[in-house]
């Protein structure tokens, strides 16, 4: 009996240290903001959405125009970021006439805590930033545009749901399980333990990884798609892109590749505002 009691203590100490290994090795890193829409010269006010659970989402309402009924851009950040680092993506769609609501995702930037963060957390946040929007009377049509984690979470989104008007995603990957492999194998870990790792995680999130990669739910989505992607994106290769392309071949999506741009080249997917403003005004056209 003692020796079974102490086998049983060792592996549930076993199990508890796996545990907090995994929750902090996933953990995301909290960034606040320290600027915000006015260093760009952009009129905005900061809001407080009600999220999941009671948790308040930061965000900026920026306002190109104060007109009824204008096409708006909703923006999430990607992993361990906040709205302030995506922020010069939407300068030039805010500057050519776009109203845009930046949020932070819970756990990052100044939003509330809310549990291990996930992908499928970020679109529950862009579920409750979509359902504000369309609440206040400067919105018209919306697109949502989201970056890494965040434009998985677009995807998610715009699959579950069909009153968005266009979805840019920049940087997603195809499967969560692809992306965690790719991590988990550059630590060197033996197979036996990312599988084990990988079935804990969805247990954690809820959710089976095929239900929400972006290659299965990117062929669930109606409205115009456009897919960005840096060709010398080195955490995720652009062949993510290829294959969430391939997988959905009866729904086409619009593809922009930036020459020479990494994973977090805003400075690269600035310079092709123009081919973005392009989509857009095909999807969602300006009040002019």
């Not at 100044?110 to 499928?120: A, E, V, Y």
């Not at 804990?200 to 990669?213: E, L, M, N, S, T």
């Not at 992607?229 to 993510?240: F, L, Q, R």
């Amino acid at each position: 009996m003692t020796t079974a009691l102490v086998i049983f203590a060792i592996l549930a100490i076993a199990a508890l240290l796996f545990g907090i290994a995994v929750h902090y090795g996933f953990r995301a890193p909290r960034i606040r903001e320290t600027g915000d829409p006015a260093d760009y010269g952009l009129t905005f006010r900061t809001v407080n959405i009600p999220g999941k659970n009671g948790a308040k989402l930061f965000g900026w309402h920026i306002l190109a125009t104060d007109k009824p009924a204008t096409p708006t851009i909703l923006i999430m950040h990607g992993w361990g970021v906040n709205a302030e680092i995506i922020l010069p993506v939407a300068v030039p769609l805010c500057g050519a006439g776009y109203n845009a609501l930046l949020i932070d995702a819970r756990n990052h930037g100044n939003s509330d805590s809310g549990g291990p963060s996930s992908m499928p957390k970020f679109a529950e946040d862009i579920e409750s930033g979509l359902d504000w929007l369309k609440q206040q009377p400067e919105t018209g049509k919306i697109a949502l545009l989201g970056h890494s984690v965040g434009a998985a979470a677009t995807l998610l989104v715009a699959s579950r749901r069909h009153d968005m008007d266009a979805v840019i995603s920049i940087a997603s990957f195809a499967h969560p399980e692809w992306l965690m492999q790719r991590y988990l194998q550059s630590l060197h870990l033996p197979k036996w333990l990312i599988a084990l790792v990988l079935r804990y995680v969805q247990r954690i999130i809820g959710h089976r990884f095929d239900d929400i990669a972006p290659i299965n739910t990117r062929c669930k989505i109606t409205c115009p798609v456009l897919l960005v992607h840096g060709e010398a994106d080195k955490t995720i290769p652009v062949s993510d892109l290829q294959a969430i392309v391939d997988n959905c071949k009866d729904h086409k999506a619009e593809i922009l590749l930036i020459p020479d741009g990494d994973h977090d080249s805003t400075d690269k997917i600035e310079q092709h505002s123009g081919e973005l403003l392009s989509f857009l005004e095909r999807a969602i056209p300006r009040n002019l």
